[in-house]
C-alpha cells in the first residue's frame, strides 16, 4: 500500500460494537436474506434500467437505494437545511462510514459514485457500479490522480452529479478524517458547485449519545461480519443531512474549498427539529425539512 493513501485509525475491535438491544438470531437472519436479496435484484434490474429515460432512472434508483438500509432494519431520516437547486453539475461530498453510506445517499443525491479501483472486480456489486456510470480510480497510483482529476472534472461540465467520499476511507462516526483536496479542483475546473452531506448512526432517534458502532465498517472488517453486526442491531437509526451547497467561486483554492466542505460536513449535529414535514423530492427548497423512509 502506498504511504501516501488515507488511513483511518478505526479498527473492528475497537469501533465496530453495538452496546444497545439486539435482535434476536432468527428475525436477524430475516432481515439479512431480504436486504442481500434486494441488492441482487437491484444488480440483476441494472441492464434493464439503463435502458429508460433519465427521469425514471432516477425515480426507480432513488426507490430501491431507499429500501435498502431499510430491508437491513434500518431507519431512514433525511434533513434538508435550505437546498438549492444546482445549475450544472454538482458534486456531493460526504463524510465516509459504512456500505450503507452509500445507498442513503443514492436514495437523497443519486448520482455518478467515485470509487477505489477495486471495487469494480468485486462479484456482482462490480458489474453493477460499473454499469451505474462509477467513475473509478486507482488510489495506489499518484500519477494516475490527474487523469482521475480530469474525468471528474469532465463528469461535472457534462451535468453530472457526482458522489465522492474525500476522506479516502471509513471512519467510525465518532471523528472523522481530512478531505483529500485533489477532487474539489475537479469542481473548481469545471466550475461546479459543492454539496456537502452528512451522514450519522444512531441506535435512537432524537435521543443524544455516541455514534452507532454496528454501522462502522472500518479497516479490515469483513463485509459479512458487518452485515450481521447490523441486522442484529436493534433500534439503528441513519440520519442525512443535505446541507446548503458551497458556490466555486474561483477564489478559494482546492484546500481551502475542502477545509469549508470538511467544516460543514463534521461541524457538531444539533437536534432534530421538531413538527418537521415530509417532501418526496430532492427538489424542494424548504428549510430543515426531513423525510423518513
Known amino acids: 500500500m502506498s504511504p501516501w493513501l ?16 439486539v435482535r434476536a438470531p432468527l428475525p436477524a437472519a430475516l432481515l439479512l436474506l431480504a436486504g442481500c436479496a434486494l441488492v441482487l435484484l437491484g444488480v440483476a434490474c441494472v441492464p434493464l434500467v439503463r435502458l429508460l429515460g433519465p427521469a425514471p432512472r432516477r425515480r426507480l434508483t432513488r426507490r430501491w437505494a431507499c429500501a435498502v438500509p431499510r430491508a ?27 456500505w450503507l453510506d452509500i445507498p442513503l445517499i443514492a436514495s437523497v443525491l443519486p448520482g455518478r459514485m467515485v470509487a477505489k479501483s477495486e471495487i469494480r472486480r468485486w462479484p456482482l456489486l462490480g458489474r453493477m457500479v460499473a454499469l451505474g456510470g462509477t467513475l473509478f480510480i486507482e488510489r495506489d497510483r499518484l500519477r494516475a490522480l490527474p487523469a482521475a482529476v480530469r474525468a471528474v472534472a469532465a463528469a461535472l461540465r457534462s451535468g453530472s452529479r457526482v458522489v465522492v467520499f474525500p476522506e479516502g476511507s471509513t471512519w467510525c462516526g465518532r471523528d472523522g478524517g481530512a478531505f483529500r483536496p485533489a477532487v474539489f479542483q475537479a469542481a473548481i475546473d469545471a466550475g461546479a458547485t459543492v454539496r456537502p452531506v452528512r451522514i450519522a448512526y ?12 454496528a454501522v462502522a465498517f472500518v479497516g479490515s472488517d469483513p463485509l459479512a ?4 453486526r447490523v441486522v442484529r442491531a436493534a433500534g ?16 478559494d483554492g482546492r484546500r481551502t474549498l475542502a477545509r469549508r466542505a470538511r467544516a460543514a460536513v463534521l461541524e457538531p449535529e444539533g437536534p432534530l427539529l421538531p413538527r418537521q414535514t415530509a417532501v418526496a423530492s430532492d427538489r424542494a427548497n424548504r428549510p430543515a425539512e426531513s423525510v423518513h423512509h
Open 72 to 98: 437491513f432494519g434500518v431507519r431512514v431520516t433525511v434533513r434538508r437545511h435550505a437546498p438549492e437547486t444546482a445549475t450544472g453539475g454538482e458534486l456531493v461530498v460526504a463524510n465516509h462510514i459504512s
Open 236 to 251: 439503528l437509526t441513519a440520519r442525512i443531512d443535505v446541507l446548503a451547497p458551497i458556490p466555486v467561486d474561483g477564489e
Open 225 to 228: 461480519a458487518s452485515l450481521w
Open 202 to 213: 444512531r441506535t435512537a432517534e432524537e435521543r443524544p449519545g455516541p455514534a452507532a458502532g
Open 6 to 21: 488515507p488511513v483511518a485509525p478505526c479498527t473492528p475491535d475497537g469501533c465496530a460494537r453495538h452496546t444497545g438491544a
